[in-house]
């Protein structure tokens, strides 16, 4: 800020109260950094959890796992960048603790929703219900956990590993294996059906959020259409092979 010298004429300030104000704003205000209280001996986890919290919320926000940058998880935080790498390596690290959380979450609500029915079939439906849902409520974390190319097994380091999505997928699987076996569908692959099913919903979940302004059925509707047409939808007696 200008300093104004000692001496300078009044009339050079009189009547412009606003150069006053400035002139005293700089002489006398200080930058303001707001910073969280450190941590206490044994709160390292505390700090781990915090830095695990704003990493999902910021790429909850754009759903853009790519934008996430230290300096810009530093700051939510309040904490230095040092201090994030004291828990994390580097960014894949962090993605990768945040996909397996997030893939866990989704995981369990995929398997309290089918266990509501005994049914194979409304099992199914339940589960399919729940994943739309899923996507509904949390698109910027259903976008990064199905729809970013950045987080496949190599770029978050797990290819030693399943993927942390692997057990949702299977489980899918196994609900589509029981539904072949009970109803009327011919014994197939129950992976290359689980596929068709997947790819349907996943597609109507990543349209239905980025072209919001289109008039997208009701998802409980899509769901039962869906399972019908794949023969996923009732138990029914094989078909008499008399002629």
Known sequence: MRHVPQGTPASRTQGRPFLNEVIDAGESAEPTVTRRRRNRRGEGDTLREEILKAATRLIGRTGDAEALSIRTLSNEVGVTAPSIYRHFNDKAAILRAVVEERFADFADRMNQAERRSRSPFIALQHRCQAYLRFAEEEPG?????????????????VTDRPHPGAPSFFALVDSVRRCIQAGPRP??????????????????????IGKPEMPWPNADTVVRDLLRRLRLDQEQPAPNATA
């Open 141 to 157: 974390h259903y976008r990064v956990l199905f729809s970013a190319a950045s987080l496949g097994p190599v770029s978050i380091g």
């Open 187 to 208: 014994a197939g692959d129950a992976t290359f059906v689980a596929i068709m099913l997947w790819s349907t919903l996943h597609g109507f979940a990543d349209l239905r």
